[in-house]
């Protein structure tokens, strides 16, 4: 065990793949003698030089197009897109290129690519910083969409991650870089597809993924005060997401919400939802109830962000919706 | 040389000494009136650095110090019928180009009667009454709405212009190429005006860029200028012609304005990666240095550095003093209602 | 009335409205004299002139960005992204500009502009031109997703959405451009957020849209024969969705299926799945089913594609699960 | 000037004789190979067409009648080990680059055993084990992943190269730009290999693209030739030392092959359009008057043609009767499995 923040247990996992697997490359916008603009690659230009971290121009579609290649001719890109509002000018390379070329060539090559990148508000970066834009790549067959909440999972997951013979997209949230924690050792290992429980309960389930993981413990919490005993489940990929794990929570708990901090319409909630309303029906005594950012741009005042992003209270909120 | 209407063949020496003295007078008060709009900027700014650093602003901030040439030279240029479209380092463009300096600080601060109502911000200070089609907080995301903007100039008729500002780093992103191509096959009377800080972010855009804008232009057979972008009068003048040759001949062209970041990329940015501090230009002093050397009085700068620093403290209180946005307000402004179209 | 085909009924919305509003411009790609490769812009251009219907190069980021430009500068530009798939080079000016700058800018402006796409298979397009990608826009606040199923559609939901203020995703399905129908005389009316209900039923509610309302359609025709009375609801716009039409149906039928072509996970089922588990979790005697394309990239084979995409006997399927 | 090991320094007129002989005897073996590979791609692709009309061969066939030349005289300068990306209009890309003609008719009929397992069709042609990293259905979206491999050959050291191919309508795309400047930073060895026939699907690229690849090549200093695409041994000789130069130098070139799009952008398309059929050049009309001009034999002209019919008579039998592809193996085949990294 040490004590760390996020964004080092980021930069460990990157640490550590580049130095076991030299395939492993770091690419992206200010990433190597600048160490980041949230400071994940600190420290590693030194370490690996020139061939292995390397800046790239602000020429987002092209770097993802430029990790295709990389991944097709050996290597194990890692790009960062600085903002994950960013990846509007990247979709074609992760999603007409690299989620389809293994099944459209027929599996004749793999793509071993990691788009890292960080969404999410509380910074008041305003509309165009803070877009949680995860449901639109786990709507894409062929991408693995990962989204880590604490330091191990993010050191962990990352890893998983790079040694993935997939495209991830791995989605750090910019509000936890700053994070303290504690970062196990050994090292710390999973695996994608794979959520927790990172509070067991018997009377709701609440599932929820990356920073809002730490706003449902501390609702169940407050929910423990009531009487209420809620059964906290952290995602950690969303793509594919633990369906088995979540369903074996709802037959123990018979009541849902799924939190994320993305606008809830249309957001990944609503997948979770649709299809325990599919598969857990029997399982449910009690509506399922969704939180996530209200329908507007995220807004730059400290007041309107605030306001417009969901938190613990939503989320008690909700549990006690799926009681009525 | 055919003189002017009004004015005698004959010209005297004592004729030509008072002209030139009248020139200098007028461009002497034209110069004051850009160094007191870049004061402003200036001074405006500062304040924002100093909010920021005792969170009264939140978010992200860049200042547009040692660009304020560039901003009020370029504005000297344009009607309010003119259209811009700005970067993340915009407040000196919205701010020449006509936002009000309350406005201004009422956004920065998150205030209900901000420019945006609170919800854009730094990045996003906009004041379409005046022209001023936004900040952006997509590096090359406002280029190709100029070139729309010019278009929709072009299809109205009239003589108004379009002008799009980007950095150097944003030369690397496609879109400002595939616009560079459109303007030209469109024909729009657009200004791609480059403001060269030199820096992308924490990179040197020479570590980024491997052309020069004068190159790429010559590719598109644009019309292209570098310009000293600390000499306020420069800017004015090379943009003022090429503004002037869009009204008549509607298309685009492109200057390259040479200037210095004097901060850091953002607010809090260390700096730890620069280097280039020796070489740094500020505009404000080229211009008070240029003024003093036509003569006017240390008192007058001084009087016009205490205006800026009395409107922008004015400000400031008054978007202290001002209400805070509301959720519901913002919750109701999603959509644009049928009504308005 | 008058027969037609679905992509006259488009190229007629174009025409009135290019004809009644000056300020309505037509840019996309081969759309001029070309008039389109799916000839939904056919004769425009003669008509209008290079000032109306614009040419533009294979430039499709700038071309939204120039479309919001064109917008705030007075404009209705329409503009025609050739398959859905290449809004993938178009994200950054339809969702971080085009979304947000009316309500980022505080009301300052608007930007009605449309974007004209179209989306599914059926023509062994392959993998990158046969997306279904609606759900991306649907989860974005500031759009507006418009997808039409008969000439009528449209036709009314065209015109309406060139009307509207706000930039509108308008999806067409490629496969039914050819498709013959009636276009009503005088011509139709419609507003966005209004569904239809296509067939009145009262033993389960299909909620569905596009090319495949056709598909439900067809369904209940054969669910009739064993006895079970299906609703069909035509949500026609998806983003707002008409919730309370497909509530009050649900409070009918007690029973549920959404379908679409677009893959099943985290498409725009799952929202309307997700909701009524929900607001209209009481009604619901039977679990949710969805119809969506199975989970891969859609593939070029005439076999393959035709089974990875959903049609009547995968609704039929789903409705006799509502009852299982 | 000195001769070659074991020649006389005294070289007689009769042995100059015997010497160009043989160049010539070598150069005329050359291009019969030359044609009959064009032939070959041109009878496959015939074949398709026909195909196509049927109904045997669905979706969108963008055929490369007329542009032959480019696809075999570059892939004669390339090595297994180098790789390309290319485009839409990629069958001749693929053959040339050594795509057998089995998986290529399997792909395009959907069988189990194509290329790509009739996942992919005419759109997505590739294969990887020679290099070919496929055909493209987004107008540009090759060019980066040919960037990309070109980097991964430059940093795993060795004389590898890659080659992007477009379009003169992909000089629109945004991403192509990116590319010019990333793979002149990065030093990676590209060639920039733009295949100019005059249109971008129905739009001729003069009323789409406002410069000229030539300047825009020299805006990033990047070497550029202009070669005459419909001669095979010209695009051989110019790709040849290009490409040489690139394995030493390791660093981007651009080439622009000047070619006819002998028939529509894709199968079906009517042409309407089309005004510029009298100056169409056709590669093989233009190898076979040359061969025939050295004195090549009629006979052995009909006979590389007689082969190349034979081959796609046989390549088309055996995918009419080979097994559909299965949904079971599609369904499989969306991740590729842990084991493989
Ligand atoms: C698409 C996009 N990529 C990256 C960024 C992050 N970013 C903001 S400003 C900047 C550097 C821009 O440099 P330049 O265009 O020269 O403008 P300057 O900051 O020098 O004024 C970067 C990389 C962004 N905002 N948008
Ligand atoms: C991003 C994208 N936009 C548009 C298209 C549709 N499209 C396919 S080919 C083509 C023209 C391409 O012209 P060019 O690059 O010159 O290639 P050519 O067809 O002449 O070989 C267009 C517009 C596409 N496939 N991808
Ligand atoms: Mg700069
Ligand atoms: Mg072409």
Known sequence: ?????????????????????????????????????????????????????????ISENAMAGVAVGLAMGGYRPVIEIMFMDFVALAMDGIVNQAA????????????????????????????????????????????????????????????????????????????????????SEPAPK?????????????????????????????????????????????????????????????????????????????????????????????????????VGAQFLPIPFARNLEKAVLPGAARIVEAVRATHG | MKGGEGEGVDVTDAVARRRSDKAKLTNDAELQRHYARMLLIREAEMRCGALFAEGAIPGFIHLSNGQEAVSVGVMAALRPDDTIASTHRGHGHALAKGLGLDSFFKELMGKADGACKGRGGSMHVADLSVGMLGANGIVGGGVAIAVGSALAHKLRG???????????????????????????????????????NGWSEFSP???????????????????????????VEEVAKAAGEAIERMRSERRPCVMEFMTSRV???????????????????????????????????????????????????AAVRAAQAAPDATLQSALEGVYAPKERA
């Open chain 1, 100 to 183: 389809k070329l293994h099944f459209m060539f027929g599996g004749q090559g793999d793509v071993p690519l990691v788009v890292r990148t960080q969404h999410g508000g509380g910074l008041n970066a305003g509309p165009q910083h803070s877009q949680c834009l995860e449901a639109w790549f786990a709507h894409i067959p062929g991408l693995k969409v990962v989204c880590p909440a604490t330091l191990d999972d993010a050191y962990a997951l990352l890893l998983a991650s790079i040694e993935d013979p997939n495209p991830v997209i791995f989605v750090e949230h910019k509000a936890l870089y700053a994070m303290k924690g504690a970062l």
């Open chain 2, 263 to 313: 901060r850091g990329h953002y607010e809090g940015d260390m700096q730890r990666y620069r280097t280039d501090q020796g070489s740094l230009v500020d505009p404000l002093d080229v211009t008070r240095e240029a003024l003093e050397q036509r003569g006017v009085a240390p008192e007058i700068l001084e009087a016009l550095a205490a205006d800026a620093r009395a409107e922008v403290e």
């Open chain 1, 190 to 290: 999973a695996e994608l597809g794979v959520a927790r429980i990172e509070r067991a309960g018997s009377d709701v389930t609440i599932v929820t993924y990356g920073a809002m993981v730490h706003e449902a413990l501390a609702a169940a919490r407050s929910l423990a005060e009531e009487g209420v005993d809620a059964e906290v489940i952290n995602l950690r990929t969303l793509q594919p997401w633990d369906e088995s794990a979540v369903l074996a929570s709802l037959s123990r708990t018979h009541r849902l919400v799924v939190a994320h901090e993305a606008v809830e319409a249309f957001g990944v909630g609503a997948e979770i939802a649709a299809r325990m309303a599919q598969i857990g029906f029997d399982e449910l005594d009690g509506p399922i109830m969704r």
């Open chain 1, 1 to 57: 065990m040490s004590e760390a923040r996020f964004a080092h247990a980021i930069n460990r996992a990157l640490d550590d793949a580049l130095e076991r697997d030299s395939r492993v490359l770091l690419v992206g916008e200010d990433i190597a003698k600048a160490g980041g603009v949230f400071g994940a690659t600190r420290g590693l230009f030194d370490k690996y030089g020139r061939e292995r971290v390397l800046d790239f121009p």
């Open chain 2, 158 to 196: 009239g003589d108004a212009v379009a002008v799009s500002f980007f950095g150097d780093g944003a030369l690397a992103e496609g879109v400002l190429h595939e616009c560079f191509n459109v303007a030209s096959l469109m024909a729009a009377p657009i200004m791609f005006a480059c403001e060269n």
């Open chain 2, 205 to 231: 855009s020479s570590a980024q860029i491997a052309f020069t804008l004068e190159k790429l232009a010559a590719a598109y057979s644009l019309e292209y200028r570098r310009v000293r972008g600390s000499d």
